[in-house]
T-cell receptor, first 113, second 112 residues
Framework: NAGVTQTPKFQVLKTGQSMTLQCAQD?????MSWYRQDPGMGLRLIHY???????DQGEVPNGYNVSRSTTEDFPLRLLSAAPSQTSVYFC????????????FGPGTRLTVT | TQLLEQSPQFLSIQEGENLTVYCNSS?????LQWYRQEPGEGPVLLVT???GGEVKKLKRLTFQFGDARKDSSLHITAAQPGDTGLYLC????????????WGLGTSLAVNP
């Protein structure tokens, strides 16, 4: 099993550009989530999904969209990138709920100039 | 408001030393997880503690959950350079099983 995969590993965007961060898992996990990790702020939940077709907001959802059309995939879309979105983004999955063991992807380091 | 306080924030020690890091809260958690994150990678689960007073050992790492399930500690015996990383605790609040509450982490450097 590949576990949780994320692409790209690194990305540089200009302010106002849009892009999609890809996330896929092959463990048949129902729960998937996106976090951003910033120095001094820790891991902050952006959006999460408890199953295909169901998504909900975390604590910092503004400027981001998600969808969950399949169990395996959970892409994160940046609508109009801002320098405040410079961060490391992690996708995670777990068996059934957000309280279970989280399996993280390797992360995407995004810089917005 | 940071519900899980981790201390110390940074720790730099020599190989062979012992250390303890702490994860404290005023809230009660139904379970608490410890993760280690290495540079350029995502966090990886080390252990989950569920019962108040529970002690779990993972080789040289000893994890304890407080009796009141509000705090936890991680003790490393005879630290090695391979223990270097960011140690994160995350708590699951009862009735809120869709999200974890994360601490900011303890950054540990073990020097050879």
């Amino acid at each position: 099993n590949a576990g949780v995969t994320q692409t790209p590993k690194f990305q540089v965007l200009k302010t106002g550009q849009s892009m999609t961060l890809q996330c896929a898992q092959d463990m048949n996990h129902e729960y998937m989530s996106w976090y951003r990790q910033d120095p001094g702020m820790g891991l902050r939940l952006i959006h999460y999904s408890v199953g295909a077709g169901i998504t909900d907001q975390g604590e910092v959802p503004n400027g981001y969209n998600v969808s969950r059309s399949t169990t395996e995939d959970f892409p994160l879309r940046l609508l109009s990138a801002a320098p405040s979105q410079t961060s490391v983004y992690f996708c995670a999955s777990s068996y059934s709920t957000g309280g279970n063991e989280q399996y993280f992807g390797p992360g995407t380091r995004l810089t917005v100039t | 408001t940071q519900l899980l306080e981790q201390s110390p924030q940074f720790l730099s020690i020599q190989e062979g030393e012992n250390l303890t890091v702490y994860c404290n809260s005023s809230s009660v958690f139904s379970s608490l997880q410890w993760y280690r994150q290495e540079p350029g990678e995502g966090p990886v689960l080390l252990v989950t503690v569920v019962t108040g007073g529970e002690v779990k050992k993972l080789k040289r790492l000893t994890f304890q959950f407080g009796d009141a399930r509000k705090d936890s500690s991680l003790h490393i015996t005879a630290a090695q350079p391979g223990d270097t990383g960011l140690y994160l605790c995350a708590g699951e609040k009862a009735g809120n099983n869709r999200k974890l509450i994360w601490g900011l982490g303890t950054s540990l450097a073990v020097n050879p």
